[in-house]
T-cell receptor, first 113, second 116 residues
Framework: DSGVTQTPKHLITATGQRVTLRCSPRSGDLSVYWYQQSLDQGLQFLIQYYNGEERAKGNILERFSAQQFPDLHSELNLSSLELGDSALYFC????????????FGEGSRLTVL | DQQVKQNSPSLSVQEGRISILNCDYTNSMFDYFLWYKKYPAEGPTFLISISSIKDKNEDGRFTVFLNKSAKHLSLHIVPSQPGDSAVYFCAASLSYSGAGSYQLTFGKGTKLSVIP
């Protein structure tokens, strides 16, 4: 158990819909990262938050947005969903270290039909 | 453009033998390299890392080698065990200004199967 909690574990929805994925980081971790893993793809970095502020953006679509709340939990909002958005979405958290060691949740599997 | 590449999608090794997983990168600014292991239905878990100023780091059965001139790193598992069967991701870290600011770039992974 990494200490990072993601909900829901599975989500099935239709094209054009909007969903929210939730992440609770490990106790004490200030940074939250969101990654997307599509079929046969590696983990694609989407966005990072540090103590409530956006710190870095990766390959995140404009239809996607995220935020980190004062209690440090984070939400990833995916809107106008397309079939290609079907993927595993991972949240990870970290302490203030330069080594890059992240603690990942078990992921939220999104299926868009 | 893929900055971190794992060219072997899969690898099969006999139990007790050595497993060697390879990774190439293009960005010379990466300052840490990491290996993560992922079992089905679980998130990736950190395995071992190496600073860009080192060429070897060892942790039990796991050793990571870094060849900066070739922009290549490898993970050696000796001896391989059936429980090592998983997908292994190579990742590279790039730090930037600000506390806690670094970005991990992952390869696509190599599925290791250790045959009893």
């Amino acid at each position: 158990d990494s200490g990072v909690t993601q909900t829901p574990k599975h989500l099935i929805t239709a094209t054009g819909q909007r969903v929210t994925l939730r992440c609770s980081p490990r106790s004490g971790d200030l940074s939250v990262y969101w990654y997307q893993q599509s079929l046969d793809q590696g983990l694609q970095f989407l966005i990072q938050y540090y103590n409530g502020e956006e710190r870095a953006k990766g390959n995140i679509l404009e239809r996607f947005s995220a935020q980190q709340f004062p209690d440090l939990h984070s939400e990833l909002n995916l809107s106008s969903l397309e079939l290609g958005d079907s993927a595993l979405y991972f949240c990870a958290s970290s302490v203030e270290m330069r080594t890059g060691e992240l603690f990942f949740g078990e992921g939220s599997r999104l299926t868009v039909l | 453009d893929q900055q971190v590449k794992q060219n072997s999608p899969s690898l099969s090794v006999q139990e007790g033998r050595i497993s060697i997983l390879n990774c190439d990168y293009t960005n010379s600014m990466f300052d840490y390299f990491l290996w993560y292991k992922k079992y089905p239905a679980e998130g990736p878990t950190f395995l071992i890392s190496i600073s860009s100023i080192k060429d070897k780091n060892e942790d039990g059965r796991f050793t990571v080698f870094l060849n900066k001139s070739a922009k290549h790193l490898s993970l050696h598992i000796v001896p391989s065990q059936p429980g090592d069967s998983a997908v292994y991701f190579c990742a590279a870290s790039l730090s930037y200004s600000g506390a806690g600011s670094y970005q991990l770039t992952f390869g696509k992974g190599t599925k290791l199967s250790v045959i009893p």
